[in-house]
């Protein structure tokens, strides 16, 4: 089974500070994203990688930034942490580029920023 | 992009049969998810359709009609466990060829006894 792992369930974080979240897959995926979800929007694409130090921007990358150094981890980071970062954060992996595999996620960070 | 459109709450009685549609407007449709996510968990693959019809995978069916946008998952049987959030999610051929899939906001389904 793919086991996608995400460093922290719960974070809490102070206004103005980087923050940084972590996720690690183990079934060699090429594709891994960042997505935020929140109550009443649902899932929205941050970030994803094709490969590593590939990164492409999703549909609300602003106030964020990614790095892809190894091909099993995916950082997000929150360059400056506001308060309306406060979020549920699910990172995930699929294999191929243009695949039709489905994605697999982790359980999340609930991150609060203060 | 794709306006995917999901009805935001759901009720059923357990052993009963729900059905959770999903409509889309895309202009280069290529494949539908359903996943299932339990409060507080990751969301779990449950079907993907690309040609229209039906597919079935024990007590969930997934079914699919491109001409008309729109998707269902249909629930048999229910379950307690079956309570969760049904998400689905649309692959676009016109997301930069990514072919990343674009999610509804979910149906959250309440099963009770």
């Known amino acids: 089974d793919v086991k996608v792992t995400q460093s922290s369930r719960y974070l809490v974080k102070r206004t103005g500070e980087k923050v940084f979240l972590e996720c690690v897959q183990d079934m060699d995926h090429e594709n891994m994203f960042w997505y935020r979800q929140d109550p009443g929007l649902g899932l929205r694409l941050i970030y994803f990688?094709?490969?590593?130090?590939?990164?492409e921007k999703g549909d609300i990358p602003e106030g964020y930034s990614v790095s892809r150094e190894k091909k099993e981890r995916f950082s997000l980071i929150l360059e400056s942490a506001s308060t309306n970062q406060t979020s549920m954060y699910l990172c995930?992996?699929?294999?191929?580029?243009?695949?039709?595999?489905?994605?697999?996620f982790g359980d999340g960070t609930r991150l609060s920023i203060l | 992009g794709q306006n995917i459109d999901q009805p935001t709450e759901m009720t059923a009685t357990e052993g009963a049969i729900v059905q959770i549609n999903c409509t889309y407007q895309t202009s280069g449709f290529n494949g539908l998810f359903w996943y299932q996510q339990h409060a507080g968990e990751a969301p779990t693959f449950l079907s993907y359709n690309v040609l229209d019809g039906l597919e079935e995978k024990g007590r969930f069916s997934s079914f699919l009609s491109r001409s008309k946008g729109y998707s269902y998952l249909l629930l048999k049987e229910l379950q307690m466990k079956d309570s969760a959030s049904y998400l689905c999610a649309v692959r676009d051929t016109a997301s930069g060829g990514s072919y990343i899939p674009t999610f509804g906001r979910g149906t959250s389904l309440i099963v009770h006894p």
């Open positions: 995930g992996s699929r294999e191929g580029v243009n695949s039709n595999q489905p994605q697999h």
């Open positions: 990688s094709y490969d590593v130090k590939m990164k």
